[in-house]
C-alpha cells in the first residue's frame, strides 16, 4: 500500500538558511499534518491542512510557513533557520471522517549548523 | 486541557517476558480517540492501533493487547513473549474530537530494550 512521501530524507543547512520540507500524502487523503521531533523528545504537532486550508495551527514558529496545493501535497517552509530547529520533521495524512487514522511518512531530518 | 503521561521513560526486558507501557491520559471531551505508535531506531512511526472512547472493548493483536479503562483513564499496552525486534520507542497519543483526525497529543514516549 501506499504511503505518506516526504523529501528530502536528510538535510544540511547554515543558520540563518531557509529550508523546504515536502509532503506527498497517501492516495485520496485529504488532510495533511506536520509535526517536529526534537532529539529525545516526542513529536510536537505544527500545522494542519484539510482540503488546501489551513485547519489547525500548534507550536510553529513565525518564521515557519505551510501550505497544502491542489494535488493535496504539502510544502513546510523554513526560514532564518536556528540551531534548534534541528530535528526530525514528519508528515502525516489522514481521511476526515469517522475512525480515521494518521499515518506518519518517514520524515526529514533537518540538521542545521 | 488535553495531557498524555507516561510515566516510564525506559523499560528494559530479557527476550520472551512480558512487558506492559503505561499510558494515562487528561481530556475534557466526551469524545476522543486513543493510539499508540512505535518508533524503531530507523526514526519512522508505525501506527499500532487506535480505540475511540465510547469503546472499552480490550484488543489483542498476535503477541499486542491493549486495556482501555476509562474509569482510570489509561490505556495500557501489553506485549507478550517480547522479542528483540520490539526494542523502540512507544508513544501513547490523544486526539480530541468526533473522526480521530485531528491533531495528536503525544505522551514523551517509552523507551523499550528487550535484550536477547
Same mark, same amino acid.
Given at each position: 500500500?501506499? =504511503?505518506?512521501? /516526504?523529501? &528530502?530524507?536528510? %538535510? $544540511?543547512?547554515?543558520?540563518?538558511?531557509?529550508?523546504?520540507? +515536502?509532503?506527498?500524502?497517501?492516495?485520496?487523503?485529504?488532510?495533511?499534518?506536520?509535526?517536529?521531533? =526534537?532529539?529525545? /523528545?516526542? &513529536?510536537?504537532? %505544527? $500545522?494542519?491542512?484539510?482540503?488546501?486550508?489551513?485547519?489547525? +495551527?500548534?507550536?510553529?514558529?513565525?518564521?515557519?510557513?505551510?501550505?497544502?496545493?491542489?494535488?493535496?501535497?504539502?510544502?513546510?517552509?523554513?526560514?532564518? %533557520?536556528?540551531?534548534?530547529?534541528?530535528?526530525?520533521?514528519?508528515?502525516?495524512?489522514?481521511?476526515?471522517?469517522?475512525?480515521?487514522?494518521?499515518?506518519?511518512?518517514?520524515?526529514?531530518?533537518?540538521?542545521?549548523? | 486541557?488535553?495531557?498524555?503521561?507516561?510515566?516510564?521513560?525506559?523499560?528494559?526486558?530479557?527476550?520472551?517476558?512480558?512487558?506492559?507501557?503505561?499510558?494515562?491520559?487528561?481530556?475534557?471531551?466526551?469524545?476522543?480517540?486513543?493510539f499508540w505508535y512505535k518508533q524503531p531506531p530507523s526514526g519512522e512511526l508505525v501506527f499500532l492501533i487506535r480505540r475511540n472512547?465510547?469503546?472499552?472493548?480490550?484488543?489483542?493483536?498476535?503477541?499486542?493487547?491493549?486495556?482501555?479503562?476509562?474509569?482510570?483513564?489509561?490505556?495500557?499496552?501489553?506485549?507478550?513473549?517480547?522479542?528483540?525486534?520490539?526494542?523502540?520507542?512507544?508513544?501513547?497519543?490523544?486526539?480530541?474530537?468526533?473522526?480521530?483526525?485531528?491533531?495528536?497529543?503525544?505522551?514523551?514516549?517509552?523507551?523499550?530494550?528487550?535484550?536477547?
Amino acid at each position: 500500500a501506499a =504511503g505518506v512521501i /516526504q523529501s &528530502p530524507r536528510h %538535510l $544540511i543547512k547554515e543558520k540563518r538558511e531557509t529550508a523546504t520540507l +515536502k509532503c506527498y500524502p497517501i492516495p485520496r487523503h485529504d488532510t495533511v499534518y506536520w509535526y517536529q521531533q =526534537g532529539p529525545g /523528545q516526542d &513529536p510536537q504537532f %505544527l $500545522i494542519s491542512f484539510y482540503e488546501k486550508m489551513q485547519s489547525d +495551527k500548534g507550536s510553529i514558529p513565525d518564521r515557519f510557513s505551510a501550505q497544502q496545493f491542489s494535488d493535496y501535497h504539502s510544502e513546510l517552509n523554513m526560514s532564518s %533557520l536556528e540551531l534548534g530547529d534541528s530535528a526530525l520533521y514528519f508528515c502525516a495524512s489522514s481521511f476526515q471522517g469517522p475512525q480515521e487514522t494518521q499515518y506518519f511518512g518517514p520524515g526529514t531530518r533537518l540538521l542545521v549548523l | 486541557a488535553q495531557k498524555v503521561t507516561q510515566a516510564q521513560t525506559e523499560i528494559s526486558v530479557v527476550e520472551k517476558e512480558d512487558v506492559t507501557l503505561d499510558c494515562v491520559y487528561e481530556t475534557r471531551d466526551t469524545t476522543y480517540y486513543l493510539f499508540w505508535y512505535k518508533q524503531p531506531p530507523s526514526g519512522e512511526l508505525v501506527f499500532l492501533i487506535r480505540r475511540n472512547s465510547f469503546d472499552e472493548q480490550n484488543e489483542i493483536s498476535g503477541r499486542y493487547s491493549w486495556n482501555f479503562q476509562k474509569s482510570t483513564s489509561s490505556f495500557n499496552f501489553t506485549i507478550t513473549a517480547s522479542q528483540v525486534v520490539d526494542s523502540a520507542v512507544y508513544f501513547c497519543a490523544l486526539s480530541e474530537g468526533p473522526t480521530g483526525a485531528n491533531n495528536l497529543f503525544f505522551g514523551t514516549g517509552t523507551r523499550l530494550t528487550v535484550i536477547p
